[in-house]
């Protein structure tokens, strides 16, 4: 069973970049690495996901080593509206099913 | 370019009455997943469903609760006689097929308030 391991809650300012590391020891060889973030009384929202190496998007970037047991969530130059709970999934396949596992999630809160 | 819409967007009921909470995925997805959120916790899968087929209804409780997906209109999340811990609230996500299941997107939940 997947499961993750990422901080409880962070704190940064404005304009600064932001990294959030998730550990993932068991991670399967079809799992992908995903990243919601969810904003009180919404749905998550898909920020990134990626198998291997690095993604770069419009939003975030994502690195993953060559081993895939960790993975690093960036958001470049951070604001208020960033605070939020990101999330740091790996899927769990059973028949063919993949369902996601949420754990707490990181709270990032943003300062002034 | 719609998303994933639920409705009602917040539901109140007393305890013993029915719920049902609907899904409509986004354009040219066929697979709903239903998960549940109780407060300061993460999301936890329910179900997941096909068109006219439940595929995996493993984190459904065994009582009161039923999903269907119909070939017509929106996927229903039914809750029998509530009772207070059903209080929470309910997400569905969308994926356009079973292989690209990795790749879900989320409504904005039905915040349900048992009485």
């Known amino acids: 069973l997947a499961k993750t391991t990422q901080p409880i809650s962070m704190d940064s300012y404005e304009g600064q970049e932001v990294n959030i590391t998730c550990s993932h020891n068991?991670?399967?060889?079809?799992?992908?690495i995903t990243w919601y973030q969810q904003f009180p009384s919404q749905g998550p929202r898909f920020i990134i996901q990626?198998?291997?190496t690095k993604v770069t998007n419009e939003v975030a970037s994502l690195f993953i080593p060559a081993d895939r047991k960790s993975s690093t969530l960036s958001l470049p130059r951070v604001s208020l509206s960033d605070t939020a709970v990101y999330y740091c999934l790996v899927g769990e396949t059973t028949s063919g099913t993949y369902k996601y596992i949420f754990g707490t999630g990181t709270r990032l809160k943003v300062l002034a | 370019n719609a998303g994933v819409m639920q409705n009602p967007r917040h539901l109140v009921r007393r305890r013993g009455q029915e719920a049902r909470l609907r899904c409509s995925p986004m354009?040219?997805?066929?697979?709903v997943y239903w998960y549940r959120q109780l407060p300061e916790e993460g999301l936890k899968f329910m179900v997941y469903?096909?068109?006219?087929?439940?595929?995996?209804e493993s984190g459904m409780p065994k009582e009161r609760f039923s999903a269907e997906f119909p070939k017509e209109g929106p996927s229903i999340l039914r809750i029998q006689q509530v009772v207070r811990g059903d209080s929470a609230a309910y997400f569905c996500?969308?994926?356009?097929?079973?292989?690209?299941?990795?790749?879900?997107?989320f409504g904005p939940g039905t915040r349900l308030t048992v009485t």
């Open positions: 990626g198998y291997k």
């Open positions: 068991n991670i399967a060889t079809n799992d992908y």
């Open positions: 469903l096909q068109k006219e087929n439940i595929i995996d």
């Open positions: 996500a969308s994926s356009p097929s079973r292989d690209r299941g990795h790749e879900q997107y």
């Open positions: 354009k040219g997805h066929s697979h």
